[in-house]
Nanobody, 122 residues
């Protein structure tokens, strides 16, 4: 089992920044990649960004490229999502997940955190 705990969400004005954290514990060797997803009310969970646990490869959704940056701190068993130039449409519950492959599909992620709310006001 892998336990994931997100933090760092909050309320921010459009154009502002937030940094989300995802603390991992347990059998983290099962995690080849860490991904960030988000889910707005009434919508499906969507891919945001993912990174290999070694940090060598990353992928981003087109909607966040150039604004968001994903990173890993292996020593702390933690992942981060730096979000800049936030827009109201970024408002959602953000989840981190753990996968055995570096992919964008929700079903490939075996472990999930409880989510952290990000609200961007216009």
């Amino acid at each position: 089992q892998v336990q994931l705990v997100e933090s760092g969400g909050g309320l921010v004005q459009a154009g502002g920044s937030l940094r989300l954290s995802c603390a991992a514990s347990g059998r983290t060797f099962n995690c080849y990649a860490m991904g960030w997803f988000r889910q707005a009310p009434g919508k499906e969970r969507e891919f945001v960004a993912a990174i290999t646990w070694g940090g060598g490869s990353t992928i981003y959704a087109e909607s966040v490229k150039g604004r968001f940056a994903i990173s890993i701190d292996r020593a702390k068993s933690a992942g981060y999502l730096q979000m800049n130039s936030l827009k109201p449409e970024d408002t959602a519950l953000y989840y981190c997940g753990c996968s055995r492959v570096l992919v964008t599909t929700t079903r490939s992620y075996e472990y999930w955190g409880q989510g952290t709310q990000v609200t961007v006001s216009s």
